[in-house]
C-alpha cells in the first residue's frame, strides 16, 4: 500500500468527494514521465464546471535582475530543510493513524512518504503541520455541495481581494500549479478532493511559500 491510497477519501465512511470525484488518485508514473505527468494534474488544481479558469497571461516586462547571492549563502529555510530531513522537519505531521487495509508499518510508510512530498515542496514545517490539520478535518466532516460550490463562485474575487487586484490572480495561482507539481500527483488530488484547492487561507498559504521559492531562483 502506498503513499495514493491514503489520498482516497473512501477511507473515511462520512466523507464525501469534491471536485473531480472520488476513487484512489492513480498511482506513480514512470520515472521518466515523472515531472511532466505532476505538472500536468497540478494544471487541473482550479478546473470545476461552475469556476473559470485563470485567464491567460499577458507578456509582462522582464523584471529587473538583482544580484544573485553568493552560492555558498543559504537561507534559513535551506539550512533547516538540508539539516533535519523530512521526518525531522514534518515529525508533527501526521497523515493517517490507522487504516483498516493496511499494517501499522504500511501507515509508518505512507506518512513518511507524505512528510517526503511537504519536503520535496519544500514547505515550512509549520505550514505542512496546517495543511495536514485541514485535510484531516475535512475529511472527518466533509464540506456541503453548497458550501463548496459557495466557496468556487466567489474563489477569484475574494483571492482578487487578498492579492490587490483580479490582475493578479492568474499568476500567483500559477505558481501554485508549480509549486504542487513538485509533488506526487496525489497531493494535487487530496487539495482537490477535500475542497481546499477552493479554500483562500490554504491557497493563500501556497502562493506565498511558492513566491518566496520564485524569489530564491527555486520554483
Given at each position: ?46 478546473d ?43 515529525r508533527?505531521?501526521?497523515l493517517?493513524t ?11 510508510q505512507?506518512?513518511?512518504e ?10 515550512p514545517?509549520?505550514?505542512g ?37 483580479a ?17 506526487h500527483?496525489?497531493?494535487?488530488t ?30
Amino acid at each position: 500500500m502506498n503513499l495514493a491510497n491514503f489520498y482516497d477519501n473512501s477511507q473515511h465512511p462520512d466523507a464525501a468527494p469534491k471536485g473531480t470525484g472520488g476513487g484512489a488518485p492513480p498511482s506513480s508514473p514512470p520515472a521518466d514521465d515523472k515531472q511532466q505527468a505532476n505538472a500536468d494534474v497540478a494544471a487541473k488544481l482550479f478546473d470545476h464546471p461552475t469556476s473559470q479558469k485563470p485567464a491567460e497571461q499577458k507578456p509582462q516586462e522582464p523584471a529587473e535582475q538583482k544580484p544573485q547571492e553568493p552560492a555558498e549563502q543559504k537561507s534559513d529555510a535551506d539550512i533547516a530543510r538540508a539539516l533535519y530531513g523530512p521526518e525531522g522537519m514534518y515529525r508533527d505531521a501526521v497523515l493517517v493513524t490507522e487504516h483498516p487495509e493496511a499494517t501499522p508499518e504500511q501507515v509508518k510508510q505512507a506518512n513518511s512518504e507524505y512528510r517526503a512530498e511537504l519536503h520535496n515542496m519544500e514547505l515550512p514545517s509549520q505550514l505542512g503541520r496546517s495543511l495536514t490539520e485541514t485535510f484531516t478535518a475535512l475529511t472527518r466532516a466533509p464540506l456541503s455541495d453548497a458550501a463548496y460550490d459557495a466557496n468556487v463562485a466567489s474563489f477569484k474575487q475574494r483571492m482578487a481581494d487578498r492579492w490587490g487586484g483580479a490582475e493578479h490572480v492568474a499568476e500567483r495561482l500559477a505558481d501554485v500549479q508549480k509549486l504542487l507539481a513538485k509533488a506526487h500527483p496525489a497531493v494535487t488530488t487530496a487539495l482537490v478532493e477535500s475542497g481546499m484547492n477552493y479554500d483562500p487561507n490554504v491557497i493563500a498559504a501556497l502562493a506565498d511559500h511558492a513566491r518566496s521559492l520564485k524569489g530564491r531562483g527555486r520554483l
